[in-house]
């Protein structure tokens, strides 16, 4: 057989290239190997049938938490790469230098899933996340420690994208600022971009943003009042706007508590996309209200972003931030990473981190996904989970993951 695996009949979206068009996909040896208007199926080994779909790069999850079982936010990426169309997972420190190690023989090798990472600032990445229990890793300054951070990115540079802190009255408690400025000469040192996470003052975001640099990312960027990006009557706030034309990256982090329907409006409305839709999928929203990073896309789209912008967002955009352009691309030659997509009509509701909810007609779905040219389809196909979203604020960790991963 001349390819492997053959995509066929699909709607081939590749935002990078600028690519729209009816097109066969071809794969052999793990890698794209043809993209042309017919293939013939004899040629392949393998094909999947995918007329009425959207055919489009494997979609790259800029935030999440899959340190699954070495932490107590972490899930499973291998349980949600098909369901979600996604490829590549970034963990978005999860692990500090102290337990990197540990996160990379468990999880990291074993995973059919490719899972690339920022480290920690914390020497103990997150250690202390739960329903019931939040004990911020920034909160002891003795644990953000430059010179561990900087060993540990040199150590595990082939996976290692940046430096990620945690700021805020949850995360960092009374160390202010301080977390963010030590993340800072950490990810310097290594010539490699900072995600910045900001939850509630102090600080606040007058005293983070003016530090990130070209390249950083603001994750949570949409996120609500307090530290929202907009003033009450929805004009955007300066020092936004200073951010973005300086090239700091917005990202969505939409997470448990981080997206505001509200605050997204005001910001498409005054043109501030985000550059990046990711999910900051964790055990304490996976089951609502972020999901994944698929359930965030079609949030997006409802809200007025067009496709092609969105799969941009979830693809080239978050590639290019981590410096993988080899990510995120359909072309000949490149990885074999592929989502087959489709939309799926109906009455969707959708739900943000303050319980706002917004109905939608559609939603984009997964068919299933390549990667490494292996063809991984959805077999767990369940569209209707945003309906049957209900918040467990009381459950302890133990309910809350055993309701995820089984008993």
Same mark, same amino acid.
């Given at each position: 057989m001349q390819f492997d695996l053959l995509i066929k009949g699909g709607r081939v979206i590749d935002p990078a290239s600028g690519l729209d068009a009816a097109r066969d996909v071809a794969i052999a040896d793990g890698r794209v190997a043809a993209i042309d208007v017919a293939i013939d199926a004899e040629a392949a080994g393998e094909v999947v049938d995918a007329r009425d779909c959207i055919v489009t790069p494997g979609?790259?999850?800029?935030?999440?938490?899959?340190?699954?079982?070495?932490?107590?936010?972490?899930?499973?990426?291998?349980?949600?790469?098909?369901?979600?169309?996604?490829?590549?997972?970034?963990?978005?420190?999860?692990?500090?230098?102290?337990?990197?190690l540990g996160f990379r023989r468990h999880v990291?090798?074993?995973?059919?899933?490719?899972?690339?990472?920022?480290?920690?600032?914390?020497?103990?990445?997150?250690?202390?996340?739960?329903?019931?229990?939040?004990?911020?890793?920034c909160c002891d300054l003795r644990l953000c420690e430059p010179r561990e951070t900087v060993a540990a990115v040199r150590e595990h540079a082939d996976i290692v994208v940046g430096v990620k802190v945690r700021s805020g009255r949850h995360a960092s408690g009374t160390s202010g600022i301080a977390p963010v400025d030590l993340a800072l000469e950490a990810a310097d040192k290594v010539g490699l971009p900072l995600m910045a996470h900001i939850d509630e003052?102090?600080?606040?975001?007058?005293?983070?943003?003016?530090?990130?640099?070209?390249?950083?990312?603001l994750t949570h960027c949409f996120r609500p009042f307090p530290n929202a990006p907009v003033f009450a009557s929805g004009a955007v706030r300066p020092d936004?706007?200073?951010?973005?034309?300086?090239?700091?990256?917005?990202?969505? +982090?939409?997470?448990?508590?981080?997206?505001?329907?509200? *605050? @997204?409006?005001?910001?498409?409305?005054? #043109?501030?996309?985000?550059? !990046?839709?990711?999910?900051?999928?964790?055990?304490?929203?996976?089951?609502?209200?972020?999901?994944?990073?698929?359930?965030?896309?079609?949030?997006?789209?409802?809200?007025?972003?067009?496709?092609?912008?969105?799969?941009?967002?979830?693809?080239?955009?978050?590639?290019?931030?981590?410096?993988?352009?080899?990510? +995120?691309?359909?072309?000949?030659?490149?990885?074999?990473? *592929? @989502?087959?997509?489709?939309?799926?009509? #109906?009455?969707?509701?959708? !739900?943000?981190?303050?319980?706002?909810?917004?109905?939608?007609?559609?939603?984009?779905?997964?068919?299933?996904?390549?990667?490494?040219?292996?063809?991984?389809?959805?077999?767990?196909?369940?569209?209707?989970?945003?309906?049957?979203?209900e918040a467990h604020a009381h459950h302890a960790h133990v309910e809350v993951a055993a309701r995820h991963f089984g008993r």
């Open positions: 979609l790259v999850d800029l935030h999440s938490h899959v340190y699954w079982g070495g932490t107590s936010l972490g899930v499973d990426a291998d349980r949600l790469a098909a369901k979600s169309g996604t490829t590549t997972f970034i963990d978005a420190g999860s692990a500090g230098a102290g337990n990197f990291i090798e074993r995973s059919k899933a490719r899972i690339l990472a920022y480290v920690n600032i914390s020497f103990a990445g997150i250690f202390g996340f739960s329903k019931t229990v939040s004990v911020g890793e003052p102090p600080p606040g975001r007058s005293e983070v943003l003016p530090r990130l640099r070209r390249g950083d990312i936004m706007r200073l951010a973005r034309e300086r090239g700091v990256i917005f990202d969505i +982090g939409h997470g448990m508590g981080s997206f505001d329907f509200e *605050v @997204a409006k005001a910001m498409l409305q005054e #043109g501030l996309a985000p550059d !990046v839709i990711s999910s900051d999928v964790h055990l304490y929203c996976v089951d609502g209200p972020a999901f994944d990073i698929l359930v965030c896309v079609s949030k997006l789209m409802a809200l007025g972003m067009p496709l092609i912008e969105v799969l941009r967002a979830a693809t080239q955009r978050p590639a290019e931030a981590i410096a993988r352009p080899e990510l +995120g691309a359909l072309k000949v030659g490149g990885i074999g990473d *592929v @989502a087959v997509l489709k939309f799926l009509p #109906g009455r969707f509701t959708f !739900v943000d981190a303050v319980g706002a909810s917004l109905v939608a007609d559609q939603r984009l779905v997964s068919e299933g996904i390549v990667i490494g040219g292996t063809w991984w389809p959805n077999e767990a196909a369940d569209h209707n989970e945003t309906e049957r979203f």
